[in-house]
């Protein structure tokens, strides 16, 4: 059999320059120590039902920097205060960008959203009117008659519910859905001043389903986030489902856009203020960076988005606070003893009152240290090639920083695992973003753009359950066997909704 030697020579060539590519490569690129990953799938089993637990059981292991290869997508994972610190300190407009799911792609949501939207002209423009809405403390005091009238009806609804079904101990109410009308009836109030869960409201039950079943696919994992050539197929249907139930959200924001128009095209005005909805109608740019006016498509976007940030986040906190406030009974009465301090029992409680409590804004910042709403915030996306704490990590690389994490982080933490609010009294320590153990709203310019407001709700909220009512655990449980067992989605909800026995308060 002849052989000819120029093919030979070719192919030692070959192989030699790919050795030295493959070598080189290899030198060049350090990346941060990763858990053993199987082929084509990668590190994908590793996230199992619970992502932020099994990232964070890597942490003694790997250190406060992990890689993973998540299908065909690079990831790295940021696990310590120090490592957050880092981040977004040095690297914050580098990681700027977001890795939108799949889902967040149907009717082109992505293309106006401000969470998951790439960082450019029109998101900077769209971040200075929300913050100017929603961070401003002059805004935010303005609304607060708002949120007044929100927990008021809350409490009367309640009240109602107690008298009507005359709750046994074995059945309870369920606060979570209680807590969620709450959050929900909030933003329809600020956004457009409308009380969509009033028994007249015609389109509001249907829009509170349909946003419903938006945080539902949202919060659903879906293979094509991590294979991106199955996004054509869309085998889990995942991004179908959400176009349709977004689509009935939007066709019903639509409406409610065009009853605002012809509104303010006759001079009519029923609104001692604008709300947030005329400010999106109002908004005017300069044209030079980002749009002139927010198309109609995008207003219902963004609208839409206000009630997905705004309603399961907070409510989930506050049912998280009281279940913690139950199974630590000296917690719970000295929040009540700060209650009688400030307010008594003979005049309603005020959202000023809250400044007065150091105890109950402790409980807050221990809750969501222990248990924030999204335990790895929203992905970032590397915008370009960077080098971070001396690991070489490539373009377009996702990002999760596990806030859920860095609040059981030893080295920040004393007793991390422990319930224990008094740890924040006298302390300087906030979640504002500048200090890095605590960062459930994350930090620098993607930053939550509704913390003011959740702020306020957070704590108004809680507050007044406490005030009006005495609390007990229903269905037989005591505070050694309430099941404090999370359920992953859009952000972490308590397995088991929380049943509670109440008693209204007396002198």
Not at 257 to 266: A, G
Request: net charge neutral.
């Amino acid at each position: 059999m002849e052989y000819c030697p120029t093919s030979l020579l070719w192919l030692g060539l070959l192989l030699t320059a790919l050795l030295v590519f493959l070598l080189s490569r290899r030198k060049r690129t350090n990346l941060p120590p990763q858990p053993p990953a199987w082929p084509m799938i990668g590190n994908i089993l590793n996230l199992g039902t619970m992502p932020h637990q099994n990232l964070h059981s890597f942490q003694a292991e790997h250190g406060p920097v992990t890689w993973l290869k998540l299908g065909s997508v690079n990831t790295m994972v940021i696990q310590s205060a120090q490592a957050a610190a880092e981040f977004f300190k040095g690297h914050d407009l580098t990681f700027a960008d977001r890795k939108c799911p799949h889902a967040l792609t149907a009717l082109e949501y992505d293309q106006g959203s401000l969470a998951v939207g790439c960082y450019g002209g029109y998101w900077r423009a769209l971040r200075r009117l929300c913050s100017a809405e929603l961070l401003m403390n002059k805004r935010v005091n303005e609304t607060a008659h708002l949120r007044q009238k929100c927990v008021d009806s809350m409490i009367m609804h309640i009240e109602e519910e107690m008298a009507v079904k005359q709750v046994t101990a074995e059945q309870g109410i369920n606060l979570s859905h209680i807590l969620f009308l709450l959050s929900f009836n909030v933003v329809g109030n600020l956004v457009l001043s409308r009380d969509l869960l009033d028994p007249k409201s015609k389109d509001g039950p249907e829009f509170f389903n349909a946003t419903n079943r938006f945080m539902e696919w949202a919060g659903k994992p879906n293979v094509a986030d991590f294979l991106p050539w199955l996004k054509w197929w869309d085998p889990q249907r995942i991004k179908a489902s959400m176009a349709k139930d977004m689509g009935r959200a939007m066709k019903i924001i639509e409406g409610f856009v065009k009853e605002r128009l012809e509104e303010r095209k006759l001079g009519g005005k029923i609104r001692a203020t604008n709300d947030f909805l005329d400010a999106l109608l109002d908004y005017e740019g300069d044209g030079k960076e980002g749009p002139r006016k927010f198309s109609l498509q995008n207003v219902n976007i963004i609208v839409l988005e206000m009630f997905m940030a705004g309603s399961e986040t907070t409510s989930n906190t506050m049912e998280w606070a009281l279940a913690e406030l139950l199974r630590q009974p000296e917690s719970m009465k000295r929040a009540k003893d700060e209650l009688d301090q400030v307010v008594g029992l003979n005049r309603k409680l005020e959202e000023s009152d809250t400044e007065k409590m150091p105890f109950l804004q402790a409980v807050v910042k221990e809750t969501l240290r222990l248990h924030p709403s999204l335990p790895l915030l929203i992905p970032r996306n590397a915008r370009k090639e960077t080098n971070f704490m001396g690991y070489d990590i490539p373009k377009d690389t996702q990002v999760f920083v596990n806030a859920w994490s860095i609040g059981r982080d030893p080295d920040a933490w004393e007793e991390p695992l422990a319930f224990k609010p008094e740890r924040f009294l006298g302390s300087n320590i906030d979640f504002k973003g500048q200090n890095f153990e605590l960062i459930p709203f994350g930090s620098g310019r993607r930053m939550c753009v509704g913390l003011a407001l959740a702020h306020r709700v957070l704590h108004l909220g809680l507050a007044t359950l406490l005030h009006c009512f005495d609390w007990e655990l229903g269905g037989g449980l005591t505070p050694a066997t309430l099941d404090m067992r999370e359920r992953a989605g859009l952000s972490v909800r308590k397995l088991h909704p929380l049943k509670v026995l109440l008693k209204k308060r007396s002198v």
